[in-house]
């Protein structure tokens, strides 16, 4: 589950919109911030409802009747000498509402792009982090409305022509690079009610939400001219909505997890400025061909460590034991190296993590990702 906080948008738009309105009127960061501000202008941004009829490959693609929406990969992967790695590929897109005015310049953009690659590097106990940004004007960045193509500059992922379900991806940031394929035998799992991810009931915030939980991967990573070939497992997650958190919710932990027998965990935890957690948390757990509904009662998560980052001074949780009693499931979840925090316009920690624990008492390892926001 992931949402672009409001500053983050501010900041693209204050460095990325200059060009967007006609050349009568260059756009000032005043302006900038007004855009968001002015509920009005949003007005032309549909809103996510229930019962929505998904159509795939047609929603792999992009979804520019709202405003925002995102592509999210994460893996972990290993060589046959069993060194590990662990990246993130993320790519945002935001509208910017048009107020139906006329833009002329040819530097026009109506959607502005912010894209993530990481690279977790266990054995050297290091965390690459790269952050674009771009418009849609003249090819610099964007994505399609027919299947899973998108990109920014040299980042992209795209569908092969003949199967849906399998992708290219790549990218390359001084001195470092990924090429995989990525290959499902499973369709697109829905998340939330059927698709319908609502992340706060008192003011009607909700996404369409669904995700490719193993996604098979092979492929190469490349550090200083060095390559490695690995394989492993990626989760695909995609999000689009018109709406962020809710005014109360300070921040997020998201758990994407592969655990022995195939079985699959997604869950995401809304804190609350009150520290409590909000009871529009939710998540499924995958077993086979079984899809189990998880909720705030059903999933508990207790903090058992944490990492205080020495570049930013913010203190993360950095361990974690989780229980799903109804499943028989007891986890303990640990980072593969602790520092895999992103320091670019927006702080937060997301690593590959690595698991331990049983499952009606039968022992269980696995590996995943988590995702920290909104922690000072």
């Not at 992209?156 to 940031?173: G, W």
């Not at 570049?311 to 989780?322: A, E, M």
């Amino acid at each position: 589950m992931k949402i672009i906080s409001t500053l983050t948008i501010l900041l693209l738009i204050m460095i990325l919109v200059v060009g967007c309105k006609s050349k009568a009127e260059p756009l000032t960061i005043p302006n900038a911030i007004s855009l968001l501000q002015n509920s009005s202008s949003s007005d032309q941004f549909y809103s996510v409802t229930p019962n929505k009829q998904f159509d795939f490959p047609r929603d792999h693609g992009n979804h520019v009747n709202y405003s925002t929406e995102w592509w999210y990969f994460t893996g972990n992967l290993k060589t046959e000498e069993n060194r590990h790695f662990g990246y993130q590929l993320t790519f945002f897109r935001r509208g910017l509402p048009n107020n139906n005015e006329k833009r002329e310049s040819k530097w026009a953009t109506e959607n502005i792009y912010m894209g993530h690659f990481t690279l977790t590097d266990t054995t050297n106990n290091t965390f690459h982090q790269f952050e674009k940004f771009n418009r849609n004007s003249f090819n610099m960045a964007g994505s399609s409305d027919k299947h899973l193509d998108v990109w920014i500059d040299k980042w992209f992922v795209t569908t092969d022509s003949n199967n849906p379900l399998m992708l290219n991806v790549s990218a390359k940031e001084s001195g470092i690079s990924i090429n995989f394929q990525l290959e499902s035998d499973r369709d697109p799992v829905l998340q939330g009610d059927n698709g319908y991810s609502v992340k706060s009931r008192k003011e009607n915030s909700a996404s369409y939400y669904y995700s490719l939980p193993r996604m098979d991967t092979t492929g190469i990573i490349s550090i200083s001219d060095k390559n490695y070939k690995v394989k492993g497992t990626t989760w695909l997650d995609r999000e689009w909505t018109s709406k962020g958190l809710a005014r109360n919710q300070e921040g997020w932990d998201w758990f994407g997890l592969h655990i022995d027998k195939k079985i699959d965990i997604m869950f995401y935890q809304l804190r609350l400025e009150s520290g409590d957690i909000d009871s529009s948390s939710s998540g499924i757990m995958i077993n086979d061909d079984n899809h189990i509904q998880l909720n705030n009662n059903s999933v508990q998560i207790t903090v058992t460590e944490h990492w205080k980052s020495s570049q930013t001074d913010i203190k993360y949780p950095s361990k974690w034991n989780i229980s799903i009693p109804s499943e028989g499931l007891e986890l303990t979840i640990k980072p593969y190296i602790s520092n895999q925090e992103l320091t670019g316009i927006f702080k937060y920690w997301e690593g590959a993590v690595k698991i331990k624990g049983t499952i009606n008492e039968t022992p269980i390892t696995g590996s995943g990702y988590v995702e920290l926001t909104g922690y000072q």
